[in-house]
């Protein structure tokens, strides 16, 4: 197996993991073709419109019918607690018959910002912002991370003292071509750890920055900060194994792919990483 394409491999079997492991029920379902609208600068903007569209051509009739019955079933009297319990229900809907994850979070975004608590807002966030960090289309990303972006600044209107808002938000900007200056996301977040070395959440995503950002050495100190506090971070250890491995490094790749095959216990990715632990020997 050729290196990008293990990195490609390692990098599934991480989302995999954490969909296992952290409870995300819905998996991502994209389009072959993005549902575009107008040109926004580097890419062309994506509308809910057009996603939905594209997936209701997804379903059978009888789901087909079933979501017009619940799209029409607003009727007179509290219209608003009538509008986030079938917002809630046509999430359900894509989560579980229909298996489309952007329309699910859609939803979920739209209930939260009615119920208007922090809780409902930052976990609608982070829906967006998980399926912002499995995406791989910039348009998409855009769009998931604009709409994480506006949850997240709702849920810190209501508690600006919460930390891990202020790192998803930071996060947006990072990963969700929001801004040409990445330093509008990092900062608020160095300022995070900088002030909490603890706060291995802030400490990931800005690995995962300097990842991205191809400062391989900045994210490794990050990961390894992860790593040390939290041995059993799937997502730290198989990063600092991919780190290591792109600079050259192999004893440290294999050093943490081990590591990070102690935690795996699908056989069929345990296979591939013992397979990529033996073709780093050579």
């Known amino acids: 197996m050729k290196k990008q394409q293990w990195i490609l491999v390692s990098s599934g079997v991480i989302a995999c993991l954490l969909l296992l492991f952290f409870g995300r029920t819905v998996p991502p379902n994209k389009p072959a073709t993005p549902a ?33 019955r619940l799209e029409n079933s607003i009727s007179r009297g509290d219209v608003k607690e009538q509008q986030i319990h079938v917002y809630h229900q046509l999430a359900r809907f894509w989560a579980d018959s229909a298996h489309v994850f952007e329309t699910y979070a859609w939803y979920t975004g739209e209930a939260a910002k009615l119920e208007n608590s922090e809780k409902s807002l930052t976990f609608a966030a982070h829906q967006f ?27 810190l ?17 990072i990963f969700g071509n929001l801004s040409d200056n990445p330093m509008e996301g990092i900062l608020p977040i160095r300022e995070i750890v900088q002030r909490n070395p603890d706060n291995l959440y802030g ?4 690995g995962l920055g300097g990842r991205k950002s191809g400062q391989y050495d900045k994210a490794i100190e990050r990961f390894r900060i992860v790593a040390q506090k939290d041995p059993a971070n799937m997502e730290a250890v198989f990063n600092l194994a991919e780190c290591y491995e792109i600079k050259g490094d192999k004893a440290s790749a294999i050093k943490w792919y081990e590591q990070g095959k102690e935690l795996v216990k699908l056989p069929e990715a345990r296979k591939e990483i013992e397979k990529r632990i033996t073709e780093l020997r050579k």
């Open 36 to 68: 575009v609208s107008s040109q926004d600068h580097e890419h062309q903007a994506i509308s809910f419109d057009a996603i939905l569209t594209q997936a209701r051509q997804k379903i059978s009739p009888e789901q087909a019918l079933r979501l017009t």
């Open 129 to 155: 912002l998980d399926g912002l960090m499995r995406e791989d289309q910039p348009a998409m990303q855009t769009w998931l991370a604009g709409n994480a972006k506006v949850l997240f600044e709702k849920a």
């Open 157 to 173: 209107a209501i508690n600006p003292a919460n930390d891990s808002s202020r790192i998803g938000l930071g996060a947006c900007y």
């Open 203 to 206: 400490q990931l995503i800005l």
